[in-house]
């Protein structure tokens, strides 16, 4: 390569950095999405890494820029994933960085991260355990100054229909009295005294249980706002709404977890409608900081070819809104 080539190819060119000869209006974000890059999270249950998908933009508000500095937002990501875990502080560090390398044509900035969580969950009754996945998002924002956070994390459980149990109960007890009720001529005196022995026996053949309730997987899916935390709550916020719900799924199941794990499901029918109201209880009653919410519960339906679908929100003032 001779001297010349090296003098030309050391000035080449940077299109982003000229300017329209007219104004071209203002963009609301301009950035990358589904940036794989790894994290290391802090939050109360630890520090852990994960394979975060990161969405990393900018607003761009110089109508006369043609575009934003995209390498420079993708490097001050990977330079600060390699030298922070993620938190509520770090995150606004990160922000006002990407704001300095865009001064002269952005105001906002923002940030949103998508990964799974995985936690270590005990069995219902025996002493094993096993890994549970958990889709989480976090939504940080600067924009006229002010910092938000959004967290969101979805919870996959149990469902078992309040309807479909009581018509499963009505056929139990019809087949009670097909089994029984011949031992009583005239539906007077009963010839053959049933005894508690021949009921407990009889429960426990296949003709007795002759029907079974319905039962889904079910994903409760809940955004909320923070107030002021030094790191998410997702933990904590993963296990309000597993308490809630009350049959989330499971990890290592032997017979004696599957046993509890039926006792559960009979113990806590729910319609999506159920579902959502305990939900929004436990997050109405919740010390966290949560600001807003916003609950997606949806029930895929094994009766159905369509899902049952509820949501409900905490209904302040500039936030999350129904539609």
């Known amino acids: 390569m001779n001297r010349s080539t090296s003098t030309a190819l050391a000035r080449m060119p940077d299109i982003a950095r000229e300017q329209h000869l007219a104004p071209q209006g203002e963009l609301s974000w301009v950035g990358m999405s589904r940036v794989h890059q790894p994290i290391r999270l802090q939050h109360a249950g630890g520090d852990d890494p994960v394979l975060a998908s990161v969405g990393v933009y900018v607003d761009l508000t110089d109508p006369l820029a043609k575009g934003i500095h995209m390498s420079r937002l993708y490097l001050q990501l990977d330079e600060y994933a390699r030298h922070h875990t993620i938190s509520p502080a770090s995150l606004k560090l990160l922000l006002n960085s990407m704001l300095s390398t865009h001064r002269d044509i952005s105001g906002s900035a923002r940030l949103e991260f998508e990964f799974d969580l995985c936690l270590r969950r005990p069995a219902l009754k025996s002493d094993n355990s096993g890994w549970n996945n958990y889709p989480v998002t976090i939504d940080a924002v600067l924009e006229d100054g002010q910092y938000s956070f959004e967290l ?142 916003k609950v997606h519960i949806e029930h895929q339906e094994s009766l159905h070819a369509h899902d049952a679908i509820a949501v409900v929100i905490k209904g302040v003032d500039g936030g999350y809104q129904r539609r």
């Open 152 to 293: 969101g994390v979805e919870v996959t459980y149990s469902s078992t229909c309040p309807c479909s149990a009581a018509l499963s109960r009505q056929l139990i007890q019809a087949a009670f009295d097909d089994a029984f009720q011949s031992r009583e001529p005239n539906g007077n005196s009963a010839s053959e005294p049933v005894s508690f022995s021949d009921v407990r026996r009889w429960l426990g053949t296949q003709q007795a249980i002759v029907a079974t309730p319905h039962s889904q997987r079910s994903l409760a899916n809940v955004k909320v706002r923070l107030g002021d935390v030094d790191t998410f709550p997702i933990v904590d916020l993963i296990d309000t709404l597993e308490d809630a719900l009350a049959t989330p799924v499971q990890t290592a199941v032997k017979r004696e977890d599957e046993q509890e794990f039926a006792l559960r499901n009979g113990q806590n029918l729910m319609f999506c409608e159920d579902a959502a109201r305990k939900v929004k209880k436990v997050l109405d009653a919740s010390d966290a900081a949560f600001t807003d919410y």
